[in-house]
Each structure stands twice: as structure tokens, then as C-alpha cells.
């Protein structure tokens, strides 16, 4: 087995539990305050809805970017590094969104954008390395 597709497994799972725990906080505000659509006006939902949102807009991508990633051969130590940088990230942000820690919000989406950045990078050089070459 590929140690690549063990990173990436490891770092997606990882990344489930998170998912699956900022929807269970969505569900549960929106229980507590008796709101189905919307915020109705409720800051914890509101943080909780971006929270997930947030999550979710950014993670998809990440995956599918190191899966190119395992195509392209990207060695399983960097893959490691980065896929690790991301789900740190993901969890620091979503904590400083609940707790409006706007300073580790800063280090959750620099871990967030930085390996996106590389990963994105990596498979272009390698995509038009093959192209050419």
C-alpha cells in the first residue's frame, strides 16, 4: 500500500470527525433556540452555521488536491507535512470561531491557505513538467 493513500486517509478522517462534529453543533442550536431556517438572530448560531460553512468550502478542495498530489508522485513526507498543517488548521479555526479568538483565526487560516498554496503549486509544476516533458 501507497503511504500517500494512508496520509490522505488518516488527514480525511481526521477531517470527518471535525465535519461531522461542527454539524452536530449546528443541530443542536438550532434545536435550542427552536430555529429551522436561517439564524433568527442567534450569534452562536450564526458562528456555528459560518464555522461549518467555512469548513466545508475550504476542505473538498484540500482533498482533492492531495489526491492529485499522490498522482503526481508529491513524496509521503511532504504530503504528511502539509495534509497535517491542514487539519491542524481546520480544527484551530473552528475553535477561534466559537470563541472568537480572532488572533487564532489568523493562524487557522494561514495553516488553511499555506498548504492549499503549495499543494496547488506542486501539482501545476509537476501537471506542465509531464505536459512538456
Known amino acids: 500500500m501507497n503511504t500517500s493513500f494512508l496520509i490522505l486517509g488518516i488527514s480525511a478522517s481526521l477531517l470527518v470527525f471535525l465535519y461531522l462534529s461542527l454539524s452536530v453543533l449546528v443541530i443542536v ?3 435550542t433556540i427552536r430555529c429551522s431556517l436561517n439564524t433568527c438572530g442567534d450569534p452562536t448560531l450564526a458562528a456555528r452555521m459560518r464555522a461549518h460553512a467555512n469548513f466545508s468550502e475550504y476542505t473538498p478542495i484540500t482533498l482533492i488536491l492531495m489526491g492529485i498530489a499522490i498522482a503526481l508522485r508529491m513524496p509521503s513526507i511532504f504530503l504528511a507535512v502539509l495534509g497535517g498543517c ?3 488548521a481546520r480544527y484551530i479555526h473552528a475553535f477561534a470561531l ?3 479568538n480572532f488572533n487564532a483565526r489568523r493562524w487557522g ?3 488553511t491557505f499555506l498548504p492549499m498554496l ?3 503549486i506542486y501539482n501545476l509544476i509537476k501537471s506542465l513538467l509531464f505536459l512538456l516533458g
Open 86 to 88: 491542514f487539519v491542524i
Open 109 to 111: 487560516m494561514i495553516g
Open 98 to 100: 466559537f470563541n472568537s
Open 118 to 120: 503549495v499543494l496547488a
Open 29 to 31: 442550536q438550532r434545536y
